[in-house]
Nanobody, 121 residues
């Protein structure tokens, strides 16, 4: 069973919004801490947003004030959403869900398959 499954990417015009979802299952769910990373062609992977097990949210500088991370905990799975508003062409990238997330630490060992976000007119 794949512990992280993303959905919600697509094509959107500049200024538009998208919501990404990551369903976290299995042992990874118990950690409760999940992050979103992104990687654009020719660029390094960067942290977009992370949420710790104690509900602390951390955002990359380039998305502060525009993106919001939230978490819904259920019995069998946890869903982490990334609400992206005021999208810009430079937000175009493949977005990955990652766990477990720890502030100021390298990415966790589990990755989702990635979902493409394209911001273009």
């Amino acid at each position: 069973q794949v512990p992280l499954v993303e959905s919600g990417g697509g094509l959107v015009q500049p200024g538009g919004s998208l919501r990404l979802s990551c369903v976290v299952s299995g042992n990874v769910r118990r950690a409760g801490s999940v992050a979103w990373y992104r990687q654009a062609p020719g660029k390094e992977r960067e942290l977009v947003a992370g949420m710790t097990a104690t509900n602390s949210a951390v955002y990359g500088d380039s998305v502060k004030g525009r993106f919001s991370i939230s978490r819904m905990i259920a019995e069998l799975a946890t869903t982490v959403e990334l609400q992206m508003n005021a999208l810009r062409p430079e937000d175009t990238a493949v977005y990955y869900c990652n766990a477990p997330y720890r502030i100021h630490s390298p990415p966790g060992e589990y990755w989702g398959q990635g979902t493409q976000v394209t911001v273009s007119s």
